[in-house]
């Protein structure tokens, strides 16, 4: 009986590393899936030469002028971890799986996010994201976290807005989530995603 709880262990172990694939390691019909940019980060891809910080091909050197070169030093990880996050969506995947797949897309999320400048021009979308993830994770304390510090860094920005009153919505809180979705439409007047979301509260 030990021995076949263990087989049954095991394989269900296996399963979630197999569905995690090795850090790095993006399939070629996963990369239509990702930003464009992703091609020209340090990771091995189908549509190009292997891009390096010292030695970036003309593509990755306008992405490195963009958001400066200590950002890109570690914009791969965003990538491995949004392939990680696609990946979580798949059919037939174990809810241990598809948990597994987005604490890892969080991790190298967050490698980005404490090996960067304060400043970098991709924290509030990189905040966004591990907000969304927390939110997919059921974690709402730590989703309302990460979107609040998004929008405090850049108002201006509305998908924080749109995934924060997800969030309210889901806790049972509608004037909360009006609010926010209200200030939201006052920085960025022609977001749909806001729009929708206070129309269907309505």
Same mark, same amino acid.
Request: glycine share 8%; charged share 20%.
């Given at each position: 009986?030990?021995?076949?709880?263990?087989?049954?262990?095991?394989?269900?172990?296996?399963g979630?590393?197999?569905?995690?694939?090795?850090?790095?390691?993006?399939?070629?019909?996963?990369?239509?899936?990702?930003?464009?940019?992703?091609?020209?980060?340090?990771?091995?891809?189908?549509?190009?030469?292997?891009?390096?910080?010292?030695?970036?091909?003309?593509?990755?050197?306008?992405?490195?002028?963009?958001?400066?070169?200590?950002?890109?030093?570690?914009?791969h990880?965003?990538?491995?971890?949004?392939?990680?996050?696609?990946?979580?969506?798949?059919?037939?995947?174990?809810?241990?799986?598809?948990?597994?797949? =987005?604490?890892s897309?969080? =991790?190298?999320?967050?490698?980005?996010?404490?090996?960067?400048?304060?400043?970098?021009?991709?924290?509030?979308?990189?905040?966004?994201?591990?907000?969304?993830?927390?939110?997919?994770?059921?974690?709402?304390?730590?989703?309302?976290?990460e979107?609040?510090?998004?929008?405090?860094e850049?108002?201006?920005?509305?998908?924080?807005?749109?995934?924060?009153?997800?969030?309210?919505?889901k806790?049972?809180?509608?004037?909360?989530? =009006?609010?926010?979705?209200?200030?939201?439409?006052?920085?960025?007047?022609g977001?749909?995603?806001?729009?929708? =979301?206070?129309?269907?509260?309505?």
């Amino acid at each position: 009986m030990l021995r076949m709880l263990a087989v049954i262990i095991s394989t269900c172990f296996l399963g979630v590393v197999e569905n995690a694939r090795a850090a790095g390691e993006i399939a070629p019909e996963e990369w239509p899936f990702l930003p464009t940019w992703c091609r020209y980060t340090q990771t091995d891809n189908p549509y190009g030469p292997k891009e390096s910080v010292n030695s970036p091909s003309p593509k990755a050197q306008q992405l490195i002028d963009g958001i400066g070169r200590e950002g890109y030093a570690n914009l791969h990880h965003y990538c491995w971890g949004l392939a990680q996050l696609q990946r979580s969506h798949n059919t037939g995947l174990s809810q241990a799986q598809r948990q597994f797949l =987005r604490q890892s897309a969080i =991790r190298d999320i967050y490698y980005v996010l404490n090996n960067s400048p304060r400043n970098f021009v991709l924290r509030p979308e990189l905040l966004t994201k591990t907000g969304l993830i927390f939110f997919m994770l059921g974690d709402y304390g730590k989703a309302e976290r990460e979107l609040t510090t998004a929008i405090s860094e850049k108002p201006g920005y509305w998908p924080p807005y749109g995934y924060l009153s997800d969030v309210y919505v889901k806790q049972g809180r509608p004037d909360k989530a =009006r609010k926010v979705l209200q200030d939201g439409l006052r920085v960025a007047p022609g977001a749909k995603g806001l729009q929708t =979301r206070l129309q269907a509260l309505k």
